[in-house]
């Protein structure tokens, strides 16, 4: 339960001295059983020693965190979590009533106990400041969180560490034989980066309020702090405007938030320590505009919604003032609507055919001087600054705005590279990044965790300049996204970046970062998030509406394939439903990765695992059997037959797995021309079919390098990337 006190009040918890961490041992491996329930992994910490590098503890009760803090000591001993957890709070109470209300509840659902409070605190936090009303750009979010056998203690400066310190809290909680418990431990924490978003686009395909919500759920509880709301492009306009109101009723297919609407999910952010940045793509990307406001167009229409994905012609004409009244009384509205002094107004990718065709256009760039396209641009970009400083807006736009006569204050997001970013630090623009970070293309949580906002192409950078990197945002485009399978492909990945962005650059460990990547995807759950829900309730829509074992075996084993791969393989469109196998199948296979990691270890030295050698073997002979299994399952069914050729090559791969394990073994050298050919057998089984690829391939051809070598000895066990 929950009290308030005062300053003087306050009860002062005495913690015992905590002790430096020790190393861990070898952690049990999980039993590989694809297409079964897996059992999870033996929780084991990684303890930051300062901000310098990271050093393990043998310390079972102690669950993995991410993002990772800044700094960790843990002790031995236990803080007890039953019916009577009590919290009381001295600072900035009336705000945190709300804030540890929460997080009370949360921990019931937790832990599954009533928490009535008692009269002994289990939790004392102080609160040394209010804070500013709505989350701010720069605002101090250090927090430290002591936890010792006799009580916990909670400080901050102000609300915004209070909220990521219950969240850490949070995340500590475990299970052993005694009952719930929080392990003794003290983390001195703070963020490397003062800007960490997620930009989810809302037009291509509609997102309801729910999905909103419970997104920012689990922003929160990774410690990102900005929602980038990419509310209009060719596909939709979606937010209710009653300056222009054809721009909802004609270029949303009523698929629009009402202004009440925004209000409510700006609030529910600010109550989490949210900033809501608003997104309006401008000059191009305008298609749903100009279905309403056809006067605006730089060329005759007509204009409609476009239901396809990619890049269209339809552009506002810059150079009539007509467009910049429109702009001034629309943007005017929206900034009413959003408090953050941010306001993104897109600006990329824009097609100048219908500039370079109209004369009208033409004439005034002659008139004016702009000897391109790209100086027409310019031309608005600096016009649309003018109009938001007038509303008290700071603009951002993405890095095709960066142009002479913009104002420093304006925030450049890099698409195009780490170059861009340091090119406008260089300028003395404040930047933030996103390539690397979109999480659309279905890249590994690897490949986004090595991306890095002040990475190789930052290190000519002065440090003011590199002050000038804010941090960066994950994007979630939705052109292959529905509300259903969103989540999925937002978690856990974002979470590998929110840590990025939160955590020292020397967390950088791959291997631990899979760790606890497993275990906060876990824990998300309790948010509300549904990325482990939607997997089983599509496969079974995908088998006829029943339990398929044989089709969650070859889901198990692929991973869906991305932007790059889908927008080549058919004509899709806002219309086509997404409720195939690559929309149910996940980024990535953490059954694979484990049975990866498992052969790493076990290959080089066979006959010191047997019980690991015995795992491998069973999941090859389920690969090789599937396509026997899966085939009635596949007859007649409209959703399935792309997969047939996909469910028979995992059955080769099982095949060849097996006669590799056969050769390990035995300690006989596999013969160089067998190894050959297989291995192209793999790499051609390992390209993309039906928009899915075989991750099931890695594992496979790991095996084969290791029985290259005589007595099993591998020389190179290294894995393949996705």
């Known amino acids: 339960m929950f009290a308030d006190c005062s300053e003087q009040e306050s009860?002062?918890?005495?913690?015992?001295?905590?002790?430096?961490?020790?190393?861990?041992?070898?952690?049990?491996?999980?039993?590989?059983?694809?297409?079964?329930?897996?059992?999870?992994?033996?929780?084991?910490?990684?303890?930051?020693?300062?901000?310098?590098?990271?050093?393990?503890?043998?310390?079972?009760?102690?669950?993995?965190?991410m993002p990772m803090p800044a700094h960790i000591v843990a002790s031995d001993g236990r803080l007890a979590i039953n019916s009577g957890f009590m919290v009381r709070v001295s600072g900035c109470s009336g705000r945190?009533?709300?804030?540890?209300?929460?997080?009370v509840t949360r921990i019931s659902r937790q832990t599954g106990i009533p928490i009535a409070g008692g009269?002994?605190?289990?939790?004392?936090?102080?609160?040394?400041?209010?804070?500013?009303?709505?989350?701010?750009?720069?605002?101090?979010?250090?927090?430290?969180?002591?936890?010792?056998?006799?009580?916990?203690?909670?400080?901050?400066?102000?609300?915004?560490?209070?909220?990521?310190?219950?969240?850490?809290?949070s995340q500590l909680i475990a299970l052993d034989g005694n009952g719930f418990f929080v392990p003794a431990i003290r983390i001195d924490d703070r963020p490397r980066f003062p800007w960490r978003g997620l930009m989810l686009d809302v037009s291509r395909h509609w997102m309801p309020l729910d999905v909103i919500r419970r997104n920012l759920d689990a922003m929160a509880a990774v410690k990102l702090n900005v929602f980038h709301w990419h509310l209009s492009d060719d596909q939709g306009f979606r937010v209710e405007s009653k300056v222009y109101p054809k721009l909802q009723q004609l270029g949303s297919d009523g698929n629009f938030y009402t202004q009440e609407e925004v209000r409510g999910v700006v609030e529910y952010a600010r109550d989490r320590g949210i900033r809501v940045v608003p997104e309006f793509d401008v000059p191009g990307h305008t298609s749903s505009w100009l279905a309403g406001y056809p006067e605006l167009a730089a060329a005759p229409g007509p204009f409609h919604i476009e239901r396809k994905w990619g890049i269209f012609e339809p552009t506002l004409d810059i150079t009539r003032e007509k467009v910049y009244s429109f702009l001034d009384g629309l943007l005017g509205e929206m900034a009413g609507l959003f408090p953050d002094p941010y306001f993104h107004i897109g600006g990329d990718e824009v097609l100048d055919r219908e500039w370079q065709e109209n004369t009208a256009i033409q004439a005034f760039a002659r008139a004016h001087d702009l000897k391109?396209?790209?100086?027409?641009?310019?031309y608005f970009n600096r016009r649309v600054q003018q109009i938001l400083a007038k509303h008290g807006k700071k603009m951002i736009g993405w890095d095709e705005v960066l142009a002479p006569g913009l104002t420093n204050d304006v925030v450049i997001q890099s698409w195009r590279g780490q170059k861009s970013?340091?090119?406008?630090?260089?300028?003395?623009?404040?930047?933030?990044?996103?390539?690397?970070?979109?999480?659309?293309?279905?890249?590994?949580?690897?490949?986004?965790?090595?991306?890095?906002?002040?990475?190789?192409?930052?290190?000519?950078?002065?440090?003011?300049?590199?002050?000038?990197?804010?941090?960066?945002?994950?994007?979630?485009?939705?052109?292959?996204?529905?509300?259903?399978?969103?989540?999925?492909?937002?978690?856990?990945?974002?979470?590998?970046?929110?840590?990025?962005?939160?955590?020292?650059?020397?967390?950088?460990?791959?291997d631990g970062m899979y760790k606890r990547l497993e275990t906060v995807s876990r824990w998300l759950d309790w948010f509300g998030v549904e990325h482990r829900l939607f997997y089983p309730r599509m496969l079974e829509r995908l088998a006829g509406g029943h339990p398929a074992p044989s089709l969650e075996v070859l889901a198990d084993s692929v991973e869906a394939e991305g932007i790059g791969v889908r927008q080549e393989a058919r004509h899709y469109s806002s219309v086509i439903p997404l409720n195939r196998l690559v929309d149910a199948a996940r980024p990535e296979s953490e059954s694979v990765r484990d049975l990866e990691e498992v052969i790493r270890e076990a290959a080089p030295k066979p006959s010191e695992h047997p019980e690991e050698i015995a795992q491998v073997r069973e999941v090859f002979q389920d690969w090789s059997l599937n396509a026997g299994a899966l085939?009635?399952?596949i007859e007649n069914n409209f959703l399935l037959a792309e997969v047939r050729p996909v469910s028979e090559?995992?059955?080769?791969?099982?095949?060849?797995?097996?006669k590799a394990l056969q050769f390990l073994e035995s300690g006989e050298r596999a013969p160089a021309e067998w190894v050959s050919t297989q291995k192209q057998e793999l790499k051609r089984m390992g390209q993309p079919k039906a928009e899915v690829v075989l991750a099931a391939v890695r594992p496979v051809t790991l095996l084969l390098d290791a029985v290259t070598s005589a007595s099993g000895s591998a020389q190179n066990v290294a894995g393949a990337d996705k």
């Not at 945190?96 to 997080?103: C, D, E, H, P, T």
């Not at 391109?372 to 310019?378: F, G, N, R, V």
């Not at 090559?649 to 097996?658: E, H, T």
């Open 372 to 378: 391109d396209s790209a100086e027409l641009h310019a």
């Open 119 to 169: 009269d002994r605190v289990t939790l004392a936090i102080e609160c040394r400041a209010q804070g500013p009303e709505y989350p701010t750009l720069g605002e101090d979010e250090t927090y430290t969180l002591a936890i010792a056998p006799d009580g916990a203690r909670l400080t901050a400066p102000s609300i915004a560490g209070v909220r990521h310190g219950l969240h850490t809290f």
């Open 631 to 633: 085939g009635p399952v």
């Open 421 to 510: 970013l340091r090119d406008a630090a260089l300028k003395g623009y404040r930047g933030i990044l996103s390539f690397g970070y979109y999480l659309d293309h279905m890249d590994s949580a690897a490949f986004h965790y090595a991306v890095d906002p002040l990475g190789a192409e930052a290190q000519e950078l002065n440090g003011e300049q590199a002050s000038l990197i804010l941090g960066g945002e994950a994007c979630m485009w939705t052109e292959y996204v529905t509300e259903e399978t969103v989540d999925s492909r937002l978690w856990p990945r974002a979470a590998a970046i929110a840590e990025r962005l939160w955590s020292p650059a020397s967390v950088s460990d791959v």
């Open 96 to 103: 945190a009533a709300s804030l540890v209300g929460r997080f």
């Open 649 to 658: 090559n995992l059955s080769k791969i099982g095949a060849i797995g097996l």
């Open 11 to 65: 009860n002062r918890l005495e913690l015992e001295s905590l002790h430096d961490p020790i190393e861990h041992g070898r952690t049990r491996r999980p039993t590989l059983r694809l297409g079964h329930p897996r059992q999870p992994r033996p929780l084991t910490a990684l303890i930051l020693i300062g901000v310098s590098g990271i050093a393990a503890i043998k310390s079972p009760s102690l669950p993995s965190l």
